[in-house]
């Protein structure tokens, strides 16, 4: 089985300042790993993943994250947050070749000030 | 194309009646999975559906939850005799098959409120 934690649950941040959402997780097998945005009332939507190959991944909006297999962790990095980034950020990871389920951390609440 | 949709969007209800939440998956997905997600909290699964399929129901809290899927369409949730726990959003996601791979498209969720 794998396991999530996202270490903060909450993280204030002026706008155009970077901003680090940290992940990491633990699993016995190897590992995809995603990151999900939920804005206000809606659904969670991808934001990116790392499946395999290069270990940096990027969105269309500017973040990116890094898997690092040494530190099982896969931070969620932006150089420059706008307002409109202000959301919940779920982690999850699933097992390569096991569960089909991913396991979600409990979310970090990004808050982007004027 | 049309993303997951889920019904209804808010339900109140009193403790002990029987609520049915529904989800329409995106056409063609093969994979449809529910999951509760507590105020403050992350994700809980419940239960998955490969077709109209669903081989673990493990993840269901109680005997008083159950879920069909007709074919490869919409899904029901359905809570009996509800109680305040089970106050949270209750979200469906559908992927076009059923890998680890694969990204979840998520619907808007209900919001359940038992009195």
């Known amino acids: 089985a794998q396991s999530v934690t996202q270490l903060d649950s909450q993280v204030p941040v002026f706008e155009e300042a970077p901003v680090e959402l940290r992940c990491n997780y633990s699993s016995s097998v190897s590992v995809y790993l995603f990151w999900y945005v939920q804005y206000p009332n809606q659904g969670l939507q991808l934001l990116l993943k790392y499946l395999s190959g290069s270990t940096l991944v990027e969105s269309i909006n500017g973040f990116e994250a890094e898997f690092n297999k040494s530190q099982t962790s896969f931070h969620l990095r932006k150089p420059s947050v706008h307002i409109s980034d202000t959301a919940e950020y779920f982690c999850a990871v699933s097992a390569a070749g096991g569960s089909y389920i991913p396991t979600f951390g409990r979310g970090t609440s990004l808050i982007v000030h004027p | 194309g049309a993303g997951v949709s889920q019904s209804p969007s808010n339900k109140v209800t009193e403790k002990g009646k029987d609520v049915e939440l529904r989800c329409d998956p995106i056409?063609?997905?093969?994979?449809l999975y529910w999951y509760r997600q507590r105020l403050g909290q992350g994700l809980e699964f419940l239960i998955y559906?490969?077709?109209?399929?669903?081989?673990?129901k493990s993840g269901l809290p109680s005997d008083r939850f159950s879920a069909e899927r007709t074919g490869e369409s919409v899904s029901t949730l359905t809570i009996q005799r509800t109680q305040q726990e089970d106050s949270a959003v209750y979200l469906c996601?559908?992927?076009?098959?059923?890998?680890?791979?694969?990204?979840?498209?998520f619907g808007p969720g209900t919001r359940l409120l038992v009195l």
């Open positions: 056409s063609g997905h093969t994979a």
């Open positions: 996601a559908s992927s076009p098959r059923l890998a680890a791979r694969e990204t979840q498209y």
């Open positions: 559906f490969q077709g109209n399929s669903a081989p673990d």
